[in-house]
């Protein structure tokens, strides 16, 4: 190992840290340094058996054997707690992925890290993430305009456990897909306003319990507040073996997209879009990117909370800034 390899941590073993674990493997400048888990860690089953897995209640024990730590639990209930606490003794990198709450998640984090002296790096990801820069470049290139975010096609994790949470519902998933007529609205420059029914439909694919009312369950999911009301909702009852065959995958991706005008007669649009055979092994790749960015920030001796708008794109690459002149600029 090289003197200067970045040592990562992971806290959180679920699908977005096994992606993390693999997205690793991928940056020789880094290496997993240890797994933290609220599991039994002998319940891991890792094909290295090398990697240390530690109680993620033992954290503060390990604070001099990682550089940065990865933290890989879910916005609702883990990150608020684990976030504040890790940044303490680590560098961190999250996905807080809960846009209304993000402002206060920051002011939490900040607060930890510049009173500790560590760099936080939260809301990491492609939404919030790489989608959160492509509309600040959108609004600053082209002031006068409209931005539309669409999602999907893509299989939303916090809906399908709405879905799974109904009675009478044994298994279950969710799409989100964007209405093919308004991407090509925005995609033309028109910049309609569009309401929450006009940008997106939903559609469950649902595996009822043995002698469950199947329309009850239909019921529960389309006036579902928050989640189903205000959309469009297609119910479809299947099978748990189809269930199984067709819908294990985690698939999603979506568009950024700005129209605007430079002139009176001239509409410019930009557009950045994503297709990810699996969201959590993506997510995992740009948060692994940005580990790297927040440990070059600590060496440079920074520290407090920072999100990917304050990041320089340089700091994401291995690679020197004047490698990045001649081969990027």
């Given amino acids: 190992m090289k003197a200067d390899t970045i040592r990562a941590g992971i806290a959180g073993h679920g699908n977005l840290g096994r992606g993390v674990q693999a997205a690793l493997a991928h940056n020789p400048d880094m290496r997993l340094a240890g797994i933290f888990t609220r599991r039994d860690p002998a319940s891991l089953h890792l094909q290295d058996p090398a990697i240390p897995v530690w109680p993620l209640d033992q954290a503060q024990a390990h604070q001099g054997e990682i550089d940065v730590m990865i933290l890989c639990g879910g916005s609702r209930q883990d990150l608020p707690e684990q976030g504040p606490q890790l940044a303490q003794w680590f560098n961190t990198i999250d996905s807080y992925d809960n846009h209304a709450h993000i402002p206060e998640y920051f002011e939490a984090m900040d607060q930890v890290a510049r009173a500790h002296g560590t ?7 492609w939404d919030p993430g790489l989608f959160s820069i492509q509309r600040l470049l959108g609004e600053a290139v082209l002031p006068q305009g409209a931005t539309h975010t669409f999602w ?15 009675p009478g519902v044994q298994a279950g998933v969710q799409y989100t897909l964007p209405v093919p007529a308004a991407i090509e609205q925005v995609r033309a420059g028109q910049q309609p306003a569009l309401g929450t029914r006009q940008k997106h439909t939903r559609e469950c694919f649902v595996v009822a319990a043995a002698g469950a009312d199947t329309e009850a369950i239909r019921q529960a999911i389309v ?3 928050d989640y189903f009301a205000d959309y469009d909702t297609t119910v479809h009852f299947i099978t748990a073996e189809a269930l199984a065959r067709d819908h294990a995958g985690m698939p999603h991706g979506g568009f950024v997209i700005r129209s ?7 509409n410019q649009v930009i557009e950045f879009s994503l297709k990810l055979d699996s ?23 920074q520290s407090g909370a920072h999100t990917v708008l304050d990041i320089a794109p340089g700091l994401l690459s291995p690679k020197s800034p004047a490698r990045l002149r001649k081969e990027l600029v």
């Fill in 119 to 125: 760099v936080s790096i939260l809301s990491v990801g």
């Fill in 152 to 166: 999907g096609k893509g299989l939303s994790q916090g809906h399908s456990d709405a879905i799974r949470r109904i």
């Fill in 223 to 225: 006036t579902m507040p």
């Fill in 260 to 266: 605007g005008q430079t002139a009176a007669q001239e």
């Fill in 279 to 301: 969201n959590p092994a993506f997510t995992a790749s740009v948060l692994v990117a940005y580990a790297r960015a927040a440990w070059r920030l600590r060496q440079a001796g």
